[in-house]
DNA sequence: GCCAAACTTGCGTGATCTGCAAAATTTCAT
DNA sequence: ATGAAATTTTGCAGATCACGCAAGTTTGGC
């Protein structure tokens, strides 16, 4: 089994979630990841400095612990989808799948959204994470609409995709307002569907 | 005059275009920009190290200067268009209007792109300064669209306007074919004004 | 209980980036 | 041309980062 195979697992994975978890805290305490030091991280989350820079690279990845495993069952189940839907709607069906509004605390995610917007080194490591999963996903884009993974087609297809998901999550995020999350993705999806370029949105948002 | 108003204003300009190349030509000499250092960066272009990091903050920054630069005269020029234009258009315009092809080496970009796409640190910095343009972009898009800079649709469409510019040109850099760089990027804004999601492009590529 | 595998830790190293103040250079007015 | 003012260059020191290495510690299977 993959699952609690073992004490040892279990172990790291706790030691991992409570780095990330230190390296929100602090950030959130210091207002900016930038007057955090990885020791603090480390001794936060009661591991020496050493044992934190065994689990991420940089305390940057470790604030985005979360991020990155979400966009990683994301492919996965992309890959899936891809494979009974059309690439758009695979996407799309995906993106909502996720749950971050039930996996996630709100709050803490609309803290972790307001840090990483006020930090540079933030914006990088993420849209670095986001360019990561691009190449991971462009064959599947490809493969999906027998294009070939050279062509135009997949990569602004791609492209559209995964700003989609980035901001509709981040607006809905930023005002929840009286829709649930799916409904804001379902939305901003829709918006590809009609062609992006042509009509204003219909109403306001 | 902001033009050539003296010696001293030159000299910086030429200081600082001779590291963004000594940087680019030891990247490409040492296959990698990681395996080259700040130091050396400064002494192939004869200043000290210090006064490396008065130009850049990162080597990373110093291979990437033409890229920002051609990326704010870019916002200036769209800024002009938004005026009289559709935001689309401008955007597609504006980007064929920078002249890529004309006022870089084809070559030296070529290898830029190589370089970029096999270092995480450089795939970091060109996204972050992609975040850079969408962040000065979207008030722009929301004046142009009547439409908040908060609402979905700016987003989206910025998004979609980003990934066709740096898509077109990459897809063009790597394969010219029969075509000018400025049909490329007609064709990759044209797919999505008949909606991106919808058809597999026509032909192939 | 014991051993091999895996994990943690401390140490050392090379590099990054910044602040500060002294030295060098350029500009400008006379 | 000359000297004062402004600006740039430079060296130095310091904080941090990120990683290799080797020794110590813990875990899991038998």
């Known amino acids: 089994m993959a699952e609690s195979t073992g004490l040892r697992e279990r172990k790291k994975a706790a030691t991992k979630a409570a780095l990330s978890e230190a390296a929100l805290r602090l950030a959130i305490a210091k207002e900016g990841i930038e007057s955090v030091t990885a020791e603090e991280i480390a001794a936060e989350a009661g591991v ?3 044992t934190f820079h065994n689990y991420f690279p940089s305390k940057e990845a470790a604030l985005l612990y979360d991020f990155h495993e979400t966009t990683g069952r994301l ?5 899936e989808r891809a494979r ?16 971050f509004d039930e996996k996630f605390d709100i709050d803490d995610m609309r803290c972790r959204e307001q840090l990483i917007h006020s930090s540079p080194s933030l914006i990088k490591e993420q849209s670095g994470q986001f360019m990561e999963l ?8 490809a493969a999906s609409t027998g294009t070939s993974k050279d062509d135009l087609y997949p990569r602004l ?4 995709a995964l700003v989609t998901m980035k901001s509709s999550t981040e607006h809905w995020l930023s005002d929840p307002g009286e829709r649930t999350l799916a409904e804001a993705i379902t939305e901003a999806f829709a918006l590809f569907e009609r062609g992006i370029t042509q009509p204003p949105p ?3 948002t």
């Open 48 to 50: 020496s400095t050493r």
């Open 75 to 79: 492919l996965a189940d992309l890959r």
């Open 84 to 99: 009974t839907q059309p690439i758009w709607d695979a996407f799309r069906d995906a993106t909502i799948d996720m749950h």
């Open 134 to 141: 691009f190449a991971e996903a462009i064959d599947i884009v």
């Open 157 to 160: 297809l791609l492209g559209a």
């Open 202 to 204: 219909a109403p306001a």
